[in-house]
């Protein structure tokens, strides 16, 4: 089996995934890693060290709206100076809680 990465350029930020991945994702999530690399373009996201599962190397994690409508959460780790994407999936209540709270600290309650 041939492995397919994908790499797209948005503000000079490369990004890269395992296309394989990438339809699991969309299948088992209903999220493309094409439609989460948008979360890095709101203005507002959110990024956190992801200690739990960094063992093997640094993995951070995204939060932010896609399009303004939904909130997603976005594993991912730099390799090479880029952006790979290994998961994305909707946010959970705390995690969209942790969103809120810091737009409530950029913007006041």
Do not use: C
């Not at 890269?16 to 209903?30: A, C, F, L, M, V």
């Not at 996201?45 to 709206?65: M, N, P, Q, V, W």
């Not at 991912?76 to 100076?81: A, L, P």
């Amino acid at each position: 089996m041939t492995k397919m990465y994908i790499q797209l350029s948005m503000d000079n930020e490369l990004f890269e995934w395992d296309n394989e991945k990438n339809t699991i994702n969309r299948q088992k999530h209903g999220i493309g890693f094409e439609e989460a690399l948008l979360v890095f373009d709101d203005p507002l996201h959110i990024e956190l060290y992801d200690a739990a599962h960094s063992d093997k190397e640094d993995r951070f994690l995204a939060i932010g709206t896609v399009l303004n409508v939904l909130i997603v959460l976005v594993v991912y780790t730099e390799r090479n100076q880029k952006v790979r994407i290994i998961s994305a999936r909707p946010a959970t209540n705390k995690e969209k809680e942790l969103y809120y709270d810091a737009v409530n600290d950029t913007f006041g309650s």
